[in-house]
């Protein structure tokens, strides 16, 4: 049971390239979401889904874009890097059907856009 | 919009003494509480809810938070620190009619001294 699983760890991107931040979880988990991490600003939500074909933004959407196209995936892409997405991102699930419950949290992804 | 303070950046006290860490929201309809714990270059770890039921609430690892619904407070304490409970802090809000959103809020960082 690997639990939440992020790829890559370490990422540097330049201006206006474009990447993919995969997430999977085999906890069979319908919540799923992606938060971004800046010191001083706590966890920012950036998009979530609470199922398969169904994803919603958060407090951050701008410059990303998620899909769900299966239970267990959650990719987060950047469609044009800026350095102000320049952050450490996270990726967490919930069991919970009704709301994001207590969430398991991947290991994290650093992200570097130059 | 729901919102969550942390008023406090860092939170010092000697192993042995007791420690609170405070959390205060704002939030339209009945919150949903959360205390999570990160340890460095590791991912968020959940430590504690309140949904409903005894203001009190026992968590992990001899954690314990008090809802205050006239304070709109949920401070996080402990009868006794231990130095391994050195970390970040963060306080987390939901409510059933914000979309799913859990919101946190700015983090604190816990320092145990020996």
């Known amino acids: 049971n690997a639990g939440v699983t992020q790829t890559p760890k370490f990422q540097v991107l330049k201006t206006g390239q474009s990447m993919t931040l995969q997430c999977a979880q085999d906890?069979?988990?319908?919540?799923m979401s992606w938060y971004r991490q800046d010191p001083g600003m706590g966890l920012r939500l950036i998009h979530y889904?609470?199922?398969?074909?169904?994803?919603d933004q958060g407090e951050v959407p701008n410059g990303y874009n998620v899909s769900r196209s299966t239970t267990e995936d959650f990719p987060l892409r950047l469609l044009s890097a800026a350095p102000s997405q320049t952050s450490v991102y996270f990726c967490?699930?919930?069991?919970?059907?009704?709301?994001?419950?207590?969430?398991?949290f991947g290991e994290g992804s650093r992200l570097t856009v130059l | 919009a729901q919102s969550v303070a942390q008023p406090e950046d860092q939170v010092n006290v000697a192993e042995g003494n007791p420690l609170t860490v405070k959390c205060t929201y704002s939030v339209s309809g009945n919150p949903y509480l959360f205390w999570y714990v990160q340890y460095p270059n590791r991912g968020l770890q959940f430590l504690l809810k309140y949904i409903t039921g005894d203001n009190l609430v026992k968590g992990s690892y001899g954690f314990e938070a008090e809802f205050n619904k006239s304070q709109t407070s949920f401070h996080l304490k402990k009868p006794s620190a231990l130095v391994s409970d050195s970390a970040l802090y963060f306080c987390a809000v939901f409510t059933p009619d914000s979309s799913y959103k859990l919101i946190f809020g700015s983090g604190t960082r816990l320092l145990v001294r020996p």
């Open positions: 906890m069979n988990h319908e919540y």
């Open positions: 889904s609470v199922g398969a074909g169904i994803t």
């Open positions: 967490a699930s919930s069991y919970s059907k009704v709301g994001p419950g207590e969430l398991f």
